[in-house]
């Protein structure tokens, strides 16, 4: 459809939607174009010609699937926490002599050479990752709502029913970050709330009728008093004149009891995810005359809708709320776009899934059925019912072998001799110095590896020619490793196009996609495999490139695998079981990868959890129960080998506080965190928990293209040092090195050798 097209716009309450969706491009656009800007090879002007291309699609696309409420304001060139931040003039002062707004907003996301970025951490549960506001006593709140106004005017010109969206001050100040002494930013509501009532009055001047105000933080334990400061927030917002009509959106979990305080003001609309959430605090607010916007179709995961299931619920709401719209639980930012070009999935397991195209259909189908009835949308409830019947007798989904070794488990399989016992037998095998250095894993993807992997994928080379290529990369990575002076190496993962793809395509009961992107953040995008059966190791996946690795050395070369828990947080998961019973079957399958390595000759072995904090429940009450699943998987992981294999793990970009008990539960001989964004908060807090093994504090932030200078390094293991004795303290990267130039890390790595060895000189003779 073109520009000029026009469609029919309302004004009344809405019954087909989505909370947002995707804004990286069918087929990444927005990746491209933005790295191409970042490279200096395409003017802003261009890039924002892509974006401008995305935006009308998706808005299309919305509008011929039936919707007659679409939200377009859910574009962003990097997050939309960062964007909400802009409109809001809470950019840090850092970057304030940025002339160039875009290079400003770019900078406070990425940082430059002079300049950090703001920390980055999971949005809630999920695996997209935001950009962490900094609140300071000097920030000085200013709306500048153009961007929100250009799109819902653009929108409405060609005649998409369009509603605008933005993060709710409540979310945004819950999320953020206080700095330089500030208080807890949710304490500066009353500053935010003039802008949020400015912004409505502009976009009613612009002709927008209706808003949508997300507040996801109102399904979770994040603060203190949620329901009663709901309740003031949007009692205030709400008595706003001549505002558009308001929609407060939920997603993630249930409400609660902060239904009833939004059903107590003078809101339109509120949203509410009915898949992670239930019906019974939907009945219980007396929501009355409101339009209840109800996301009944998974916007998390690419499972069919049960769509019975679905009409049933939706039917069991519309006689105690006001107007019933049809939505999917969240934006479909999460999925991929769409199951089109997916030809290399089986027949019977694309019958059982969705992508965000698919899920567009289901709702029209939902909310048409809920008029006219489920024979009015017979093909897609028919097509529902077939999903689950095959699923239900698939052989692949129940494999009597690999529950039976689950079913033996005992402790006594995953659990490990005391800590100070592996210490003296590690220290001895490996000899390393004091303060030993080392990587997380991965380092840059050259283009030789890339087009390695396209050939192979093509055919125009085999797997013997694809060997050879992949083992002079791992060769480049060995000499530079050693050039640099690291004390313990790795072999790069040039083999590798994903830390979970790569594991899913060599482990039974998953299914890789073939473009299946979704975004994680900013331009990065990752293809998350399908876990759709029982979970087992054929054969050995990572041993023949590790030997390979240690035979070009003396140095230890780490073995390097994935971890149960984020192999499920990443992946799209089974939904007809128990995850602690899924995740399980994982562990298994990477424990036969531990012994295997072991018995190769392999001395350290490191096994990733950096989704453990991830998968935390946002209710405090459900998290006992996943993190002792979580740890139990990790630990059956890496419980079957000696006392003298040193096992590692990694965890990054997340807020650790909530997990450091479970952190220290893992009993990893040595556990490397992210620390450079945070610089070193997460040390303290492991030190107040009383975790007594090795920690390796990241020094260098990979997720930027800032290299940091020697002396900076040298600060942050000084630091360190505050809080971790010297004999426990590794250094190393905050995380893998994939994403960077070789140029960059080389410089990068010299320099953290170099302020490694003079803390470690300094350290040894203070010990003296």
């Known amino acids: 459809m073109s520009d000029d097209e026009t469609h029919t716009t309302t004004t009344a309450a809405f019954h087909a939607t989505v909370p947002g969706v995707a804004r990286i491009g069918a087929n990444r656009e927005l990746k491209r174009a933005v790295e191409a800007y970042w490279a200096g090879r395409i003017d802003a002007a261009a890039l924002e010609t892509v974006a401008d291309g995305i935006k009308r699609d998706s808005w299309n696309q919305l509008v011929q699937a039936g919707f007659d409420s679409v939200p377009v304001t859910t574009f962003s060139y990097y997050d939309q926490m960062l964007d909400t931040a802009a409109m809001l003039g809470a950019l840090p002062e850092r970057v304030a002599t940025i002339s160039d707004p875009l290079d400003r907003y770019f900078a406070a996301a990425r940082g430059n050479d002079l300049v950090a970025p703001l920390e980055m951490t999971k949005w809630f549960d999920t695996n997209y990752h935001y950009l962490v506001p900094e609140i300071g006593p000097t920030t000085s709140f200013a709306l500048d709502a153009s961007t929100v106004l250009a799109d819902v005017t653009r929108a409405r010109s060609i005649g998409v029913p369009a509603r605008a969206v933005v993060i709710g001050p409540i979310t945004f100040l819950a999320l953020s970050k206080a700095v330089h002494g500030a208080d807890a930013p949710l304490t500066r509501i009353d500053d935010l709330l003039p802008l949020y009532e400015d912004l409505l009055a502009q976009l009613a001047d612009a002709g927008a ?154 709702v029209a189908a939902l909310s048409r059925a809920l008029v ?191 971890g149960p828990v984020t192999i499920l947080a990443w992946s799209f998961v089974r939904d007809d079981q128990p995850q602690a019973q899924t995740a399980q079957q994982v562990a298994l399958a990477i424990r036969d990868e531990t012994v295997d390595l072991e018995r190769a000759g392999v001395p350290i072995i490191q096994v990733d959890e950096p989704a453990l904090r991830e998968l935390l429940p946002l209710r405090a009450a459900d998290r006992e129960a996943y993190l002792d699943w979580a740890v139990t998987s990790f630990r059956i992981a890496t419980g079957g080998v000696a006392e003298a294999t040193q096992i590692h793990t990694h965890l990054c970009y997340s807020e650790f506080g909530e997990v ?85 890390v080389t410089v990068a790595l010299k320099r953290m050798v170099t302020a490694a060895l003079l803390v470690r000189q300094e350290a040894v003779a203070h010990v003296g």
Not at 219 to 241: F, I, K, M, S
Not at 489 to 496: A, K, M, S, T
Not at 712 to 736: H, K, M, Q, Y
Request: glycine share 8%; charged share 25%; proline share 5%.
């Open 372 to 562: 006219h009835g489920a024979a009015d949308q017979a093909p897609q409830f028919e097509a529902s019912r077939a999903a689950l019947a095959t699923r239900a007798t698939d052989p692949r989904l129940n494999v009597a072998a690999v529950r039976e070794r689950l079913d033996a488990l005992e402790p006594a399989d995953w659990t490990r001799t005391t800590a100070s016992i592996r210490r003296a037998k590690q220290d001895a095998a490996l000899n390393l110095p004091l303060l030993p250095t080392t990587t997380i894993g991965s380092y840059p993807q050259t283009v030789e590896i890339r087009k390695a992997r396209s050939a192979l994928r093509a055919g125009s080379i085999g797997t013997t020619e694809y060997r050879d290529r992949m083992q002079r990369e791992i060769a480049d990575v060995i000499a530079l490793q050693e050039k640099v002076g690291l004390d313990v190496l790795v072999h790069g993962e040039p083999e590798r196009n994903d830390m979970v793809q790569y594991f899913a395509e060599q482990l039974d009961g998953f299914f890789a996609t073939a473009n299946g992107w979704v975004q994680s953040y900013g331009s990065r995008c990752v293809r998350p495999p399908i876990l759709f059966g029982d979970v087992a190791r054929p054969t050995p996946m990572t041993v023949g490139w590790i030997t390979y690795a240690q035979s070009l050395t003396n140095r230890p070369v780490k073995g390097m695998l994935t």
């Open 660 to 744: 450091i008990g479970a952190i220290a539960a893992l009993d990893a001989d040595v556990t490397s965190i992210e620390a450079a964004r945070s610089h070193m908060e997460v040390l303290h807090d492991l030190d107040e928990a009383g975790f007594a093994n090795q920690v390796g504090p990241g020094v260098y932030d990979i997720h930027s293209p800032r290299v940091p200078g020697t002396d900076e390094i040298t600060a942050s293991l000084r630091e360190a040092l505050g809080a971790v004795s010297a004999n426990r303290l590794w250094v190393n990267p905050d995380c893998g090195l994939k994403t960077r130039r070789t140029e960059e």
């Open 209 to 362: 009728e209706w808003v949508q105000i997300d507040e996801p933080t109102l399904v979770t334990d994040q603060a203190e008093g949620l329901t009663e400061l709901a309740e003031r927030v949007y009692g205030r917002l709400g008595a706003v004149p001549s505002r558009p009509r308001l929609l407060v959106q939920t997603y993630f979990g249930d409400a609660g009891d902060r239904l009833a305080a939004l059903a107590r003001t003078e809101v339109d609309a509120v949203g509410v995810d009915l898949v992670a959430g239930g019906v019974d605090s939907v009945l219980a607010a007396g929501l009355g005359e409101k339009l209840v916007v109800a996301g009944v179709v998974d916007g998390r995961n690419v499972w069919r809708t049960d769509l019975d299931r679905a009409l049933a619920t939706l039917q069991s709401l519309r006689e105690h709320v006001g107007t019933l719209a049809v939505s999917t639980s969240c934006s479909t930012l999460h999925v991929p776009y769409t199951l089109r070009g997916e030809s290399q999935l089986d027949s019977t397991l694309a019958g059982w899934l969705a992508f965000a195209d698919e899920k567009f259909a289901e």
